[in-house]
């Protein structure tokens, strides 16, 4: 067991308002493995003010010169690499994250996103200088928005709040950090490794809380700039707050993302099945931008369906802390049960069912056994909701024009593939996919390039030069 009794605020550990804990539990043995205090509406208010403080600070935080900064936030990537592997267990242990996956998601590749803006502050110009049009000067400052309400999920907790947190602290904001009820254990570790850091008191704080919570953060007089991970549901009432508030969010949302898998593509397991494993099923089906629509030509379908079925159903279930695991339990009982919901309803559609489809006969632990479904209509509820599980729906397509319909008919647009021989023609057909990112015969997101979708996928870009300017105003001074 893991236990903590005081918050991470104002750069100390502090007693919380309230005596409510958040028990965590293993999402592979259903047992214990952690408790956490619970914040309060008067905990987020100390948080505020404490990120206020140190925002306001006249030589704090944002008026350290990029450089500095850099080399703080460099600091914090050590700090994390030197907890990176109890990191990765924290994580399985908690959302059912297989521990290989877990060490390169959630222990490694946060280093590479703090590392990566660290980097960029000492390539980006904070003022430029050009001439007025009607005589003089015009100087464009790029400042700091403020005070930060990151809000991160349960399925990368630590990927996710990395691409929240080391864009702000490289634009000189302050954060406060509410991550999900589901994963709390990681971001106490965090909170550990900031704590270690030459990072001022209050610039980074954290408060773990459930909805409520997290609506009195985004609504919070104080805060000056959103960031959410999370559904489109929770997007939408985000954005109606932050729209009333004129306060600025960025939103990455839900996905449905198809794999067109062209006429030409390599189908040899040997070749592309860790490619397609990562693009379709990494993380046991919950990650957004999943390519969980696959488009099969008419004259190939019968045998993407086989590849399919035959590489779904040799992927290794098990306990996401065994090395061997490649598919781990569902986060919680409840979504397992939601995502069991998605099949029954697919069953009962009509499409046909490859591999899968049941429950795990394991003892413990919320497991759903990988699923493949052929013979699935696009405009079904298995081809256009988010099910966030191990369930792939393969979809009939006659030529190219009608497998870009057939991808672009959705409601979300985050990820997606494209499966060919010929990565010239690949790129031709993503260039006519509606949507924020798109893979030829893989997909793996870049740091230094945007990141985001459109349509019911979210609003704005992480990642890359982009997402340090989503935490900047700019200024314009005329003289």
Same mark, same amino acid.
């Given at each position: 067991?893991?236990?903590?009794?005081?918050?991470?605020?104002?750069?100390?550990?502090?007693?919380?308002?309230?005596?409510?804990?958040?028990?965590?539990?293993?999402?592979?043995?259903?047992?214990?493995?952690?408790?956490?205090?619970?914040?309060?509406?008067?905990?987020?208010?100390?948080?505020?003010?404490?990120?206020?403080?140190?925002?306001?600070?006249?030589?704090?935080?944002?008026?350290?010169?990029?450089?500095?900064?850099? =080399?703080?936030?460099?600091?914090?990537?050590? =700090?994390?690499?030197?907890?990176?592997?109890?990191?990765?267990?924290?994580?399985?242990?908690?959302?059912?994250?297989?521990?290989?996956?877990?060490?390169?998601?959630?222990?490694?590749?946060?280093?590479?996103?703090?590392?990566?803006?660290?980097?960029? &502050? +000492?390539?980006?110009?904070?003022?430029?200088?050009?001439?007025?049009?009607?005589?003089?000067?015009?100087?464009?400052?790029?400042?700091?928005?403020?005070?930060?309400?990151?809000?991160?999920?349960?399925?990368?907790?630590?990927?996710?709040?990395?691409?929240?947190?080391?864009?702000?602290?490289?634009?000189?904001?302050?954060?406060?950090?509410?991550?999900?009820?589901?994963?709390?254990?990681?971001?106490?570790?965090?909170?550990?490794?900031?704590?270690?850091?030459?990072?001022?008191?209050?610039?980074?704080?954290?408060?773990?809380?459930?909805?409520?919570?997290?609506?009195?953060?985004?609504?919070?007089?104080?805060?000056?700039?959103?960031?959410?991970?999370?559904?489109?549901?929770?997007?939408?009432?985000?954005?109606?707050?932050? +729209?009333?508030?004129?306060?600025?969010?960025?939103?990455?949302?839900?996905?449905?993302?198809?794999?067109?898998?062209?006429?030409?593509?390599? &189908?040899?397991?040997?070749?592309?099945?860790?490619?397609?494993?990562?693009? &379709?099923?990494?993380?046991?089906?919950?990650?957004?931008?999943?390519?969980?629509?696959?488009?099969?030509?008419?004259?190939?379908?019968?045998?993407?369906?086989?590849?399919?079925?035959?590489?779904?159903?040799?992927?290794?279930?098990?306990?996401?802390?065994?090395? =061997?695991?490649?598919?781990?339990?569902?986060?919680?009982?409840?979504?397992?049960?939601?995502?069991?919901?998605?099949?029954?309803?697919?069953?009962?559609? +009509?499409?046909?069912?490859?591999?899968?489809?049941?429950?795990?006969?394991?003892?413990?632990?919320?497991?759903?056994?990988?699923?493949?479904?052929?013979?699935?209509?696009?405009?079904?509820?298995?081809?256009?909701?988010?099910?966030?599980?191990?369930?792939?729906?393969?979809?009939?397509?006659?030529?190219?024009?009608?497998?870009?319909?057939?991808?672009?008919?959705?409601?979300?647009?985050?990820?997606?593939?494209?499966?060919?021989?010929?990565?010239?023609?690949?790129?031709?057909?993503?260039?006519?996919?509606?949507?924020?990112?798109?893979?030829?015969?893989?997909?793996?997101?870049?740091?230094?390039?945007?990141?985001?979708?459109?349509?019911?996928?979210?609003?704005?870009?992480?990642?890359?030069?982009?997402?340090?300017?989503?935490?900047?105003?700019?200024?314009?001074?005329?003289?």
């Amino acid at each position: 067991m893991t236990t903590y009794h005081q918050l991470f605020i104002g750069g100390d550990w502090v007693t919380p308002a309230t005596e409510e804990t958040y028990e965590l539990i293993s999402a592979s043995t259903e047992e214990p493995i952690g408790s956490v205090p619970a914040a309060s509406e008067i905990d987020v208010d100390v948080a505020v003010s404490e990120a206020r403080r140190a925002f306001d600070d006249p030589t704090g935080w944002a008026t350290w010169h990029p450089t500095r900064r850099a =080399q703080a936030i460099d600091e914090l990537a050590d =700090q994390l690499e030197l907890r990176a592997d109890e990191m990765a267990r924290r994580v399985a242990a908690q959302n059912g994250m297989p521990i290989t996956i877990a060490t390169q998601l959630e222990g490694r590749f946060p280093l590479l996103v703090l590392r990566y803006y660290a980097n960029l &502050l +000492g390539n980006t110009e904070f003022e430029t200088r050009q001439p007025h049009l009607l005589g003089g000067t015009s100087t464009i400052r790029r400042e700091p928005m403020g005070v930060v309400a990151a809000i991160s999920p349960w399925n990368y907790p630590q990927t996710l709040a990395s691409f929240k947190i080391a864009p702000a602290l490289a634009s000189g904001c302050t954060i406060v950090l509410k991550p999900s009820p589901e994963t709390l254990l990681d971001a106490f570790l965090f909170a550990e490794a900031v704590a270690a850091t030459s990072i001022p008191a209050g610039v980074v704080n954290v408060v773990p809380g459930g909805r409520e919570v997290g609506a009195y953060l985004i609504g919070h007089p104080g805060v000056d700039k959103v960031a959410f991970t999370g559904s489109t549901a929770s997007g939408r009432l985000i954005a109606e707050t932050c +729209g009333r508030l004129l306060r600025p969010v960025t939103l990455e949302l839900g996905g449905k993302s198809a794999a067109i898998v062209l006429d030409d593509a390599d &189908l040899n397991l040997e070749s592309v099945g860790e490619r397609l494993f990562e693009s &379709l099923l990494v993380n046991n089906g919950q990650t957004c931008y999943l390519g969980t629509r696959v488009l099969a030509p008419d004259n190939r379908y019968d045998e993407v369906v086989d590849t399919l079925g035959a590489f779904v159903s040799s992927l290794p279930v098990g306990d996401a802390m065994d090395p =061997q695991t490649m598919v781990g339990p569902m986060a919680s009982a409840l979504h397992r049960d939601r995502v069991e919901g998605f099949i029954e309803k697919g069953r009962a559609d +009509g499409a046909r069912i490859v591999t899968g489809g049941c429950r795990s006969e394991r003892d413990r632990g919320w497991f759903v056994t990988p699923t493949v479904f052929a013979d699935v209509d696009n405009k079904s509820v298995l081809a256009q909701e988010e099910i966030f599980g191990p369930v792939l729906a393969v979809i009939r397509y006659r030529d190219v024009d009608d497998a870009v319909r057939i991808a672009n008919d959705s409601r979300y647009g985050l990820g997606g593939t494209v499966w060919t021989s010929d990565p010239e023609r690949g790129t031709a057909v993503a260039r006519r996919i509606h949507t924020g990112t798109i893979g030829i015969n893989r997909y793996l997101p870049d740091p230094s390039a945007p990141f985001g979708g459109v349509k019911d996928s979210g609003l704005g870009r992480e990642l890359g030069p982009e997402g340090l300017n989503a935490y900047l105003n700019v200024k314009t001074i005329y003289s």
